[in-house]
């Protein structure tokens, strides 16, 4: 049966090679120029990076033609020191991309087929006023809902709080570091957000919990990880991979996967039977430190050697190391925690025992950052929508600290929602939702049953092809944006200014959101005919103004509250029911969850199949960067790692193309080369997130490698905040082409 | 003047910032680099040891590709710098041969090329670009003959190595490990 919104792909109208111009390099090469970056260059922009979260200052650089051709870093941005990493310097590709979207797409049926048809702005505007009153009219705004990652997010959650819409969701909460929020907010009164207050610099000791700094490029953490392996800083690194981190590492604790929580358990059995606790900064701050110690009694490093396969002398003395280190010893919270559905609980653990090392509020543990707040232009009211995000979730997901983007796109299915508060209508930003969000079925469905969708990217990622309407997003190094207020040691306050027209048609969000916003009749939520006027205002209350700011990029302001560290022998006031950290906590015990953590056992492999692991690679961002043309080039597709133990089972020689198989009989729609290598436990396999793309227009992205996204289909929600756990998948390997054997 | 590059083994997480640098700076055709990262894994699980090594031409001392260029491109200018002159190269490709460190490719306008450890920055008093982006802050670049240089005093404290010693070529890359 044909699909109401058949996934259209856009390359077959000819989008997709679209060339507009000459790239740089053929500039270069007309002019017989042998640099580029290198070439003289005769000014600078100055803009925040896109390609991930992190936002280092960067310096754009042009050559007298007005071409793009570097980024740098901006010196004193404390995001980036003036090193951007392989992704910001490579920023550059997503402005060269000769695959962007250029001009706005309608989907159209054509002799029964559907397909899309460039369309201008204005028709494009028209027919999303069209879609947008009849859904508002007949269901309300509160059925309308915005799915958003990155800085465009902030001019469309401003045009969805002004039409009355109470979903803006990021999938950055419930798909990747919401658990460790929750964890960290039920114990210390305060959540970890971005970037994490991590004191690496001045650490003795680093622990990673399956975290892979230097994989991850969190360019500020890798920084200030070097800096600590140069002050001959401990590292112990829990991972069942030996990865980047694990061989920095002076301690590497192989674990089996899914276990780390007993791990934690008997950390801090030992830190207490030993006394190895820092006892004042526990008596003074903290509550529950006896029912705590009565709990974790029998978790024993015996106990948990049982279950984590690492030694008991190992746990001892990696205890030890941390306790020496104290209260200079960071526990990292990691950031993509989503991973067995527990993931609050093991948090809450890294939490703890952070609690009896006294790393929080101190030096060389955690800081205590500071933001500018920055001042916002006069507006009416926000409507008030008749219920309120967790509508949805009824009495699920209870300390979910922000919407939870699989609970809506459940919401916006029949049958899963009460009617009247079923969503309609999507508007998805710069988040490629088929490869975020797991369980691609449930998505899928949602798609089906939704009135109409939105979709704003700057490529052709897959989630355009569900689109009723594509609006093309010029990229960063296009467009003024908020400016970026970011927390720290010192309040930090960085601009991103145009460095480029845009190409093609495409435009900036925050014009798009204020075109939208007239057309609803919103106007007076967008006080500006161009952004510039915004951050020219903001910043003149800021004591600084547009003209000033491009001159510098970035400006650090001393903090005004005193504290980045906790002063000694003072009662801290914690922002918990109790005012002090909460080992054992009173918020989970209310609402019906552990109050202390347990250990539950996770379900292993069955035979014959490998638990899927999969992670970071430091030249890619997610599945957005795999057409970038100099990360491509970096790194072309993602393999499968596997131990050698396994692939002489199976028969397996590196570089072999194979296809995988989960538990749910889910075959991949491409196959994966083999790595055979040893930094693999035999009953894990391991490959990068992001790539397996499935459009044609991404040319050079198409078919590389595989997508652990479409191995996620058994996905173990975490009942205290609704995130999405994603081990708990095992594959096994297709040596024959799946297609062809039928 | 002995110009030298070290690279920190025990900081470089391998990201690969120094090959996007490098092509972007140097105009580097795409699928072509003059600079790359090698990793290098011993023992079996669990006993295992990492080496992520940024690498890229050596500039040595006794450096064959220029003793073999029948023409005279390859050649060698101040600090010791190995350099490639495009017009005079013919593209007969005995360098690449030579080089025991495959650290030159053909371009695809016909001339070889390879590292310049990015003289044209070097000499208006900047580092090289992969130095430059190194979010590790794991290379160093500087004049051996300079004793308070601080390339020159990593190498006295540190525990290096070259690649491929036995090849005789002196080389200018030096690894801390």
């Known amino acids: ?742 | 003047m002995r110009y030298a590059m070290a690279i920190d083994t025990k900081k470089c997480v391998g990201c690969g910032d120094c090959v996007v640098a490098c092509q972007i700076e140097n105009n580097v055709p795409t699928g072509y680099c003059r600079d790359w990262v090698t990793e290098s894994v011993v023992g079996t699980y669990p006993q295992l040891e990492l080496e992520l090594r940024s690498e890229r031409c050596n500039h040595c001392e006794n450096a064959p590709c220029v003793r073999c260029c029948p023409t005279g491109a390859s050649h060698i200018v101040e600090g010791g710098v190995v350099l490639v002159t495009p017009e005079m190269c013919i593209g007969c490709g005995a360098c690449i041969e030579s080089c025991p460190y495959d650290a030159r490719y053909s371009h695809p306008d016909g001339h070889v090329d390879k590292c310049t450890f990015c003289i044209h920055r070097v000499r208006e008093g900047k580092q090289p670009a992969c130095v430059s982006v190194c979010p590790t802050k794991c290379m160093y670049f500087g004049d051996l003959d300079d004793p308070n240089s601080e390339i020159t005093q990593l190498l006295e404290k540190r525990k290096w190595k070259v690649l491929a010693p036995e090849a005789g070529t002196k080389p200018h890359v030096y690894y801390l490990i």
């Not at chain 1, 075959?667 to 391991?686: A, G, H, L, N, Q």
């Open chain 1, 1 to 742: 049966m044909a699909s109401r919104r058949d996934f259209i792909k856009i390359s077959s109208l000819g989008f997709g090679g679209m060339a507009l111009g000459l790239t740089a390099c053929d500039l270069f090469k007309q002019t017989g120029a042998a640099l580029k970056g290198g070439a003289s260059v005769f000014s600078r922009v100055p803009t925040y990076c896109e390609v991930c979260f992190w936002k280092c200052a960067a310096w754009a650089y042009q050559n007298k033609e007005g071409t793009l051709v570097k980024l740098e870093g901006i010196e004193n941005d404390p995001h980036c020191h003036g090193r951007l990493c392989p992704r910001g310097t490579g920023g550059l590709g997503m402005y060269e991309d000769s695959d962007r979207l250029m001009t706005p797409l309608i989907r159209v049926t054509e002799n029964g087929q559907q397909t899309y048809r460039p369309a201008s702005w204005e028709e494009a505007f028209d027919l999303i006023e069209r879609k947008w009153k009849e859904t508002i009219n007949t269901y309300g705004p509160e059925s309308m809902a915005l799915f958003k990652h990155g800085s465009s997010g902030d001019h469309f959650g401003t045009l969805f709080k002004a039409l009355g819409s109470p979903y803006s969701t990021s999938p950055s909460y419930a798909q990747c570091r919401g658990p460790r929020e929750v964890g960290f907010y039920t114990t210390f009164g305060s959540y970890i957000n971005s970037p994490e207050p991590t004191d690496i610099r001045d650490t003795r000791c680093l622990v990673l919990i399956g975290s892979h700094i230097g994989e991850n490029m969190h360019n500020g953490q890798v920084q200030e990880m070097a800096d600590a392996i140069d002050k001959g800083a401990d590292i112990i690194t829990v991972d069942p991979r030996f990865s980047t981190a694990a061989s920095k590492s002076t301690h590497w604790l192989p674990i089996k996967p899914a276990t780390d929580l007993a791990l934690l358990l008997a950390w801090i059995h030992v830190i207490i039977e030993e006394g190895w606790y820092d006892k004042e900064y526990v008596e003074r701050h903290t509550v529950g430190f006896e029912q705590l110690k009565r709990h974790v009694r029998n978790m024993t490093p015996e106990w948990a050697y049982g279950i984590t396969t690492i030694k008991p002398e190992q746990i001892r003395e990696t205890a030890r190391v941390m306790a020496n280190a104290s209260p200079a010893v960071i526990v990292h919270p990691g950031r993509h925690v989503v991973w067995y559905g527990d993931d609050t609980q093991r948090t809450r653990a890294i939490a703890i025992l952070n609690a009896l090392l006294g790393s929080w509020g101190r030096r060389g543990g955690f800081y205590f950052p500071e933001s500018k707040s920055l001042p916002s232009m006069e507006h009416p009211p926000y409507p008030k929508p008749r219920w309120s995000w967790d509508m949805v979730m009824g009495d699920k997901y209870p300390l979910a600290g922000s919407s939870v983007s699989n609970a809506l796109v459940d919401a916006s299915i029949p049958g899963m929602v009460d009617e009247q508060y079923r969503i309609r209508s999507w508007m998805v930003s710069g988040t490629n939702l088929p490869e975020t969000m797991p369980d691609k079925q449930q998505f899928l469905k949602a798609v089906e049953a939704l009135d109409f969708i939105v979709v704003v990217d700057t490529m052709p990622m897959e989630i355009t092809g569900y689109a009723d309407v594509v609006l093309p997003e010029c990229t960063y190094l296009e467009r003024y944006d908020s400016l970026r207020s970011s927390p720290g040691r010192e309040p930090s306050v960085a601009l991103r200014a145009p460095a480029a027209e845009p190409k093609g048609d495409s435009k900036p969000a925050s014009w798009m959101a204020k075109e939208l916003g007239k057309r609803m009749g919103l106007d007076d939520f967008f006080p500006y005919e161009d952004y510039s006027e915004v951050l020219d205002w903001q910043l003149k209350q800021l004591g600084t103004s547009l003209e000033a700011m491009k001159k510098v990029g970035v400006k650090n302001y001393e903090r005004e509250n005193p504290y980045l560290y906790m002063p000694e022998g003072v009662d801290w006031p914690f922002n918990t029911p109790s005012g002090k950290i909460e080992l054992y906590s009173s918020t989970l015990k209310q609402y019906g969850f552990d109050p202390m953590p347990n250990y539950v056992e996770h379900p292993q492999a069955p035979e014959g199949f490998y638990r899927l692991i999969y992670g970071r690679a430091p030249a890619h961002t997610f599945s957005r960067t795999s057409n970038n043309p100099y990360l491509s080039d970096l790194m072309k597709e993602n393999a499968l790692w596997v131990n050698p133990k396994v692939a002489k089972l199976w028969g397996l020689e590196k570089g072999q193309k194979i296809w995988l198989k989960n538990q749910d009989d889910v075959v991949s729609s491409f196959p994966i080369k083999v790595r055979v290598t040893e930094r693999i436990r035999w009953d894990s396999v391991y490959m990068v997130h992001g790539f397996g793309h499935q459009r044609k227009e991404l040319t050079r992205a198409y078919g590389r490698g595989a997508s652990d996204t479409e191995m996620i289909t058994n996905v173990m929600v975490d009942p205290i905040m609704g995130g999405t756990g994603m081990r708990g998948n095992f594959v096994t390997f297709i040596l024959e082409d799946p297609k062809e054997i039928g």
